[in-house]
Nanobody, 116 residues
Framework: QVQLVESGGGLVQAGESLRLSCTAS????????MGWYRQAPGKQRELVAR???????NYADSVKGRFTISRDNAKNTMYLQMNSLKPEDTGVYYC??????????WGQGTQVTVSS
């Protein structure tokens, strides 16, 4: 049974940083494509960043240069380092496993709120 648990969200001011963690059980993070997604109030969930099993990464244009996705194979954990946060980064952040381009096994999410 795959279980993903996000943590690290919080309330910060614009320009500050946060690091989100996604700890996995029932699946090997490094052997799968994994992604971070977010959902802002009143908006659809969107892809923020993704990392393939081979370590290739891709980012939403809105976060390029500010966010970094990574993983720690020993801890079976994926991270999202978020720098220079903006109010428009506010939302619930989720991690997921991506199978053939489809995100599944969603975690419960962690709230990120950026005040101006």
């Amino acid at each position: 049974q795959v279980q993903l648990v996000e943590s690290g969200g919080g309330l910060v001011q614009a320009g500050e940083s946060l690091r989100l963690s996604c700890t996995a059980s029932g699946i090997i993070v490094s052997a799968n494509t994994m992604g971070w997604y977010r959902q802002a109030p009143g908006k659809q969930r969107e892809l923020v960043a993704r990392i393939s099993s081979g370590g290739l990464t891709n980012y939403a244009d809105s976060v390029k240069g500010r966010f970094t996705i990574s993983r720690d194979n020993a801890k079976n954990t994926m991270y999202l380092q978020m720098n220079s946060l903006k109010p428009e980064d506010t939302g619930v952040y989720y991690c997921a496993v991506v199978y053939s381009g489809i995100a599944r096994n969603w975690g419960q999410g962690t709230q990120v709120t950026v005040s101006s």
